[in-house]
């Protein structure tokens, strides 16, 4: 009975993307400048955030919120994968495979909770602009987004828990490049029917309430739009919102097909290519998308650049 506990299993061995050497060497590199990228532009976010007095109001408070986010959320994927790239060695320890587990899944759905406040905030600012100041408020700002976290962090724990509970019978491989919930799932001997229903169940809440209160949000937003009386009014409504709508459909998309498609579960390698955008490319694709047509930031950077130089 000690063999099948979960204890006798000390350390997991991720399979990672690949075993081509050439095509590791390629990727680290690839992965690198994608990180680099990732942590300037979001740390830039924040840092127009916080010095920028004209860009003190809610919108750019939950933006750099977000930006946070994705700095920690990269962190906890990106470097080890880099290091299995270049490491004969993918073996992660119990503790580490957890961790990453937990901190990757709770930012996961603390900016599930982030991206359908940023809807409210738009739908507010758009359709109730007099109101706006009055309703979001600094500090309903700070209370909203010390819930998201807390709630993401808290929400994560009966699926982590679920999850470690199970008996693997010595299994270790994980054919992934991180942990992942399902994946270590996979891994159990025992019948775990309850649990896959459980973290089934949650994932699909997690994903689906978000996306319907989105879309009913941004339904009455684009009445409201279609309701100026002036083109250019219109116009500068509907850029307000651009960029968020990219990153929910990114976000939102991706994780959706891969979870709730079960022909797209059963091939790891597909399943892999899904990982990666949502774990990579969209902390990549924020900071891009909120700032290459937005004048605030742009200004703000170009005025920190001056400064600089």
């Not at 587990?101 to 738009?122: G, N």
């Not at 459909?249 to 994780?255: A, N, R, S, V």
Request: glycine share 4%.
């Amino acid at each position: 009975m000690a063999e099948n506990n979960v204890s006798a299993v000390a350390e997991f061995i991720l399979l990672g993307l690949t075993n081509n050497h050439m095509l590791q060497i390629i990727l680290f590199v690839v992965f690198l400048i994608i990180y680099m990228i990732t942590l300037t532009g979001n740390f830039l976010i924040v840092l127009v955030a916080i010095t920028d007095t004209s860009l003190h109001n809610p919108m750019y408070f939950f933006l750099a919120n977000l930006s946070c986010l994705d700095i920690i959320y990269s962190t906890t994927i990106i470097p080890r994968m880099l290091r299995d790239f270049i490491s004969s060695r993918r073996n992660i320890s119990m503790g580490e495979c957890v961790t990453q587990m937990f901190i990757s899944v709770a930012l996961a759905e603390v900016e599930c909770i982030l991206l359908a406040v940023m809807a409210y905030d738009r739908f507010v600012a758009i359709c109730h602009p007099l109101h706006y100041m009055t309703i979001i408020r600094r500090p309903v700002c700070i209370k909203i987004a010390l819930g998201a976290w807390i709630s993401g962090f808290l929400l994560t724990v009966p699926s982590v828990i679920s999850v470690w509970s199970v008996d693997r019978c010595g299994q270790n491989e994980i054919n992934h490049f991180e942990c992942e919930i399902p994946e270590l799932i996979a891994l159990a001997c025992g019948n775990i029917v309850v649990i896959q229903l459980l973290n089934f169940i949650l994932g699909s809440a997690l994903l689906i309430i978000p996306t319907i209160f989105i879309t009913a949000t941004y339904v009455r937003i684009i009445r409201s739009v279609l309701r100026i009386a002036t083109s250019a009014g219109r116009k500068k409504a509907f850029s307000t919102c651009t960029f968020h709508i990219i990153v929910v459909t990114i976000f939102y998309g991706l994780p959706m097909f891969s979870y709730m498609n079960p022909k797209a579960r059963s091939d790891a390698g597909t399943v892999k290519i899904y990982t990666v955008f949502y774990t990579t490319i969209t902390p990549l694709l924020n900071p891009i998308i909120y700032t290459l047509r937005n004048k605030d930031i742009k200004r703000s950077l170009r005025k920190i650049t001056k400064k600089v130089t």
